[in-house]
């Protein structure tokens, strides 16, 4: 399994409720970004890890959403309290960063949130 | 990111050439410029990128002009399948601790590939 892995491949959650969504990035890569699309739109960024430096928060819609990467490699995209906004398909990003050759960044096939 | 511009749409005849542009005329000298493409329903899947000189990869052909500050990404014999949303995008350089190198997606430009 070369790819972005990404679970669950679909979710239905009630309103309210907290959701995970996991991301399993490229081995190796060391650079992971999730975004959002939700129906009929464009891509949505919404965070960005880089190896152990801070995390580029400043795409996340509201305090509601939140992510994390453990040990530099799986990480997971958390969103407390759902609302029916929320419903789009998650996708989780990855990316080997190489220095001189530019920022090519692979996606998984996305986690589809609805909330009911 | 460098600003980007494509045409919302585009039509191809199956088995012709598509020549899809992108105007990015604030790129800087240190920039790529990369496309993708997102397929109905699916992730977008990475084509091809390029910094100066033309690239070919067994997806497609990319043409940057002299100045850098347009391209044209080049599908030479369209199939149905090809129909997709392909977006042109010029991360930030490489020069230093302060490049996040998210890539930030536009709108770009919907082929409709037809019989």
């Known amino acids: 399994g070369a790819g972005v892995s990404q679970s669950p491949s679909n979710k239905v959650t009630e309103k309210g409720k907290d959701v995970e969504l996991r991301c399993d990035p490229i081995?190796?890569?060391?650079?992971l970004y999730w975004y959002r699309q939700s129906l009929g739109q464009g891509l949505e960024f919404l965070i960005y890890f880089q190896g152990n430096s801070a995390p580029d928060k400043s795409g996340l819609p509201s305090d509601r959403f939140s992510a994390e990467r453990t040990g530099g490699s799986v990480s997971t995209l958390t969103i407390q309290r759902t609302q029916q906004e929320d419903s789009a398909v998650y996708l989780c990003?990855?990316?080997?960063w190489g220095r001189g050759g530019g920022n090519t960044i692979y996606f998984g096939e996305g986690s589809w949130l609805t909330v009911v | 990111d460098a600003k980007t511009t494509q045409p919302p749409s585009m039509d191809c005849a199956e088995g012709r050439a598509a020549n899809l542009p992108c105007n990015h005329s604030?790129?800087?000298?240190?920039?790529?410029v990369y496309w993708y493409r997102q397929i109905h329903s699916q992730g977008p899947q990475y084509i091809i990128h390029?910094?100066?000189n033309n690239e070919t990869n067994e997806m497609a052909s990319l043409i940057i002009t002299e100045d850098r500050k347009s391209s044209t990404l080049i599908l030479p014999h369209a199939t149905l399948r090809d129909t997709a949303v392909y977006y042109c995008?010029?991360?930030?350089?490489?020069?230093?601790?302060?490049?996040?190198?998210?890539?930030?997606f536009g709108q770009g430009t919907t082929l409709q590939v037809k019989p």
């Open positions: 604030t790129i800087s000298g240190n920039e790529y």
């Open positions: 081995s190796g890569h060391t650079a």
């Open positions: 995008i010029v991360p930030p350089g490489l020069h230093g601790s302060g490049n996040t190198g998210k890539l930030i």
């Open positions: 390029g910094l100066k």
């Open positions: 990003a990855s990316s080997p």
